[in-house]
């Protein structure tokens, strides 16, 4: 039980790097050390506050296309008669459960 809200916990802090929201978290971040620590600001910082959002910019531009792409196959299982509807749901679940479904398949496609 644990492990899966470790899981679940790590999976929802991705999706919020995503949201347009971690952007203003960034500049609250680079005013706060402005405000309290202006002689360590110095151009390390600005190219440490570049690369956190540039790693955002990047997440949440693989996070749209993901969703995309999801929204392409759950179209295309709804319209297929023989896809099964569990399926149109995996993307709530975490990594690991994919993984375990994508190698139970695998299993079955062997046998």
């Given at each position: 039980m644990?492990?899966?809200?470790?899981?679940?916990?790590?999976?929802?802090?991705?999706?919020?790097?995503?949201?347009?929201?971690?952007?203003?978290?960034?500049?609250?971040?680079?005013?706060?050390?402005?405000?309290?620590?202006?002689?360590?600001?110095?151009w390390?910082?600005?190219?440490s506050?570049a690369?956190?959002?540039?790693?955002?910019l990047?997440?949440r531009?693989?996070?749209?296309?993901?969703?995309?792409?999801?929204?392409?196959l759950?179209?295309?299982?709804?319209?297929?008669?023989?896809?099964?509807d569990?399926l149109?749901?995996?993307?709530?679940?975490?990594?690991?459960?994919?993984?375990?479904?994508r190698?139970?398949?695998?299993?079955?496609?062997i046998?």
């Open positions: 644990r492990k899966r809200l470790v899981r679940h916990g790590l999976t929802r802090l991705g999706e919020l790097a995503a949201h347009p929201a971690a952007f203003g978290v960034i500049a609250i971040y680079a005013v706060a050390w402005l405000l309290f620590s202006p002689r360590t600001f110095s390390s910082a600005i190219a506050l690369t956190w959002s540039m790693t955002l990047m997440t531009t693989e996070h749209r296309d993901t969703q995309a792409i999801q929204a392409k759950d179209e295309l299982l709804r319209t297929h008669g023989e896809a099964r569990e149109t749901a995996i993307d709530e679940k975490d990594v690991e459960e994919i993984a375990a479904h190698a139970k398949e695998r299993e079955d496609d046998r």
